[in-house]
């Protein structure tokens, strides 16, 4: 699976929109991109996940540039509920890839009041 | 519909000991992963288990096993505990299918402390 790379921490003021990006600069044709994040000593909650258009759902939108090199997580209105690590995770459905997410080290974006 | 869940959500052991950790998945689901979470190592990929059979492993000692029953419930077990394997152990399932269906949604994780 193709490296990711993400900014180690990022803030944003409360009600405004938290920009999360991440480079994955090697992904091949046939990876997606997944987001989750962990609330402190929680489980990994999914975000939302794309292959090359852009997606949205009730927690996020996900914009994946056209060359699908780097991606943006989007809160459109960040609470302090929203203060976690978020991962950016690029992975294959092969058979050889099975059951398994390498998660890298993430982004803490800290939401402030 | 249920989330995953994990038993026992906290666990002290001694090194030396062995230790079984459980996970119940998604009703449906028929993968389950576990995963490792350490401050020094981040969350790490154990083994994946569907349909009874282990299909994915990471690279853990042997101590480190599991098992899966026909309902897809799984446990972990560790035998001969150290220091180092106390940890966060998350477990995720799948439906396992195309790529809108294996999404993998974790459970609440079972935090081990090996004194």
């Known amino acids: 699976d193709a490296k990711t790379t993400q900014p180690p921490s990022m803030d944003c003021a409360e009600g405004r929109a938290a920009n999360l990006p991440c480079n994955h600069s090697?992904?091949?044709?046939?990876?997606?991109v997944y987001w989750y994040r962990q609330i402190h000593s929680q489980g990994p909650q999914y975000i939302i996940h794309g292959l090359k258009n852009n997606e949205t759902n009730e927690m996020a939108s996900l914009i994946i540039t056209e060359d699908r090199k780097s991606s943006t997580l989007i809160l459109p209105h960040a609470t302090l509920r929203d203060t976690a690590v978020y991962y950016c995770?690029?992975?294959?459905?092969?058979?050889?890839?099975?059951?398994?997410?390498?998660f890298g080290q993430g982004t803490t974006l800290q939401v402030k009041p | 519909k249920a989330g995953v869940t994990q038993t026992p959500r906290y666990l002290i052991k001694t090194r030396g000991q062995q230790v079984t950790l459980s996970c119940s998945p998604i009703s449906g689901h028929r993968s389950v992963s576990w995963y490792q979470q350490t401050p020094g190592q981040g969350l790490q990929f154990l083994f994946e288990?569907?349909?009874?059979?282990?299909?994915n492993k990471g690279n853990f000692p042997g101590r480190f096993s599991g098992r899966q029953f026909s309902n897809s419930r799984s446990e972990m077990n560790v035998s001969t505990l150290e220091l180092g394997d106390s940890a966060l152990y998350l477990c995720?399932?799948?439906?396992?299918?195309?790529?809108?269906?294996?999404?993998?949604?974790f459970g609440p994780g079972t935090r081990l402390t090996v004194l």
């Open positions: 288990y569907f349909s009874e059979t282990q299909r």
């Open positions: 995720a399932s799948s439906l396992v299918g195309g790529p809108s269906t294996d999404t993998q949604y």
């Open positions: 090697t992904i091949s044709g046939n990876e997606y």
């Open positions: 995770i690029v992975r294959s459905h092969g058979s050889s890839n099975t059951g398994k997410l390498i």
